[in-house]
């Protein structure tokens, strides 16, 4: 990539300058600061990739870079979620696990779930799954993950959603490196077309960069003041580092809970400039049930609240939105009758 503040033909003799010494199928952009059509024609005979006029902003340029490198017959990248509490105890894992299972149902497309908190993950009591190895095996050793080793690390929970579980014992240290985190999800977002992270309670450079890079970040909250002040930095912090990117969404969970004092959903989406994406009823016996048998709050029970709030989270995450609304109760469509009645409607 070179810039020129020169006008055409002085520009040109540069670039011919330049010519010289690049090998043969060099890809070049051009920056230049002359808004000239027939400089963009002569630019493109002598094989220049792209010519941009200043000023220019980071999504313009972001795109002529990757166009250049676009090959429209290779497989698609897969989409990073990343789920992280804003508190330790939310249920973020609880929330995350549930979302990614709803995806793989909802979509029918292929799901990893990757647990990233390798001393107390609990993906695999989740699901009711005891691998013998999993994700700290490629993150401790992330040069030999490749398709065939991934493909014997992953352990299959349904058709669609696999997992890469966290040992979830204390017999060493885990000191992750974040060149190893981006190792690790680049096979991934090779191999599958969603994966899900679930990220523990941290702040390290690892973490930060999991945050930073993932194409859809979550923060679960519950309606307290610690947990909004937590939320509000996330938010800050996040936004400020993904410029380019969506936002992160809120989902507030555990809403509700009896005798136990809470700010409300409105107080809160107001205090952290964001309007909470789903707002999860506290729901002890569902949630229990679910937890201690090593299964999906769905397939308790379906038509719990709670799990349409999940399946509404899932579409949003996966762009397949639908508009939901409240059932009538049958003492509002009569009322409804009347009044469409008293306007002269049948």
Known sequence: MVESLHQRDAMLMD?????SVCDSGTKVIVVGHANDVLLYRELLNRGVSEYLVMPLTAPQLMESLSNLYNNPDSDPLGSVIAFVGAKGGVGASTICHNTAWAISQDAQSDVVIADMDLPFGTAGLDFNQDPVQGIADALL?????DEVLLDRLLSRCTDHLSLFAA???LDRSYDL???ACDTVIDVLRKTVPTIVVDVPHLWTEWSQQVLTQADRVVIVALPDLANMRNTKNLIEKL???????LPPMLVLNQVGMPKRP?????EFASAVSTEPTAVIEFDSQLFGTATNNGQMIEEVSDKAKPVEHIRQLARILMDRTEVVTEPKSFL???LGKLSLKRLGKK
């Open 15 to 19: 670039l011919d300058e330049l010519a």
């Open 141 to 145: 050793s992330p040069e030999r993950l």
């Open 167 to 169: 040992p979830g014992t």
């Open 177 to 179: 490196s974040a060149n």
């Open 239 to 245: 936004t400020a580092a993904r410029p380019n990117d």
């Open 262 to 266: 809470e700010i409300s959903a409105k």
């Open 332 to 334: 509002a469509a009569l």
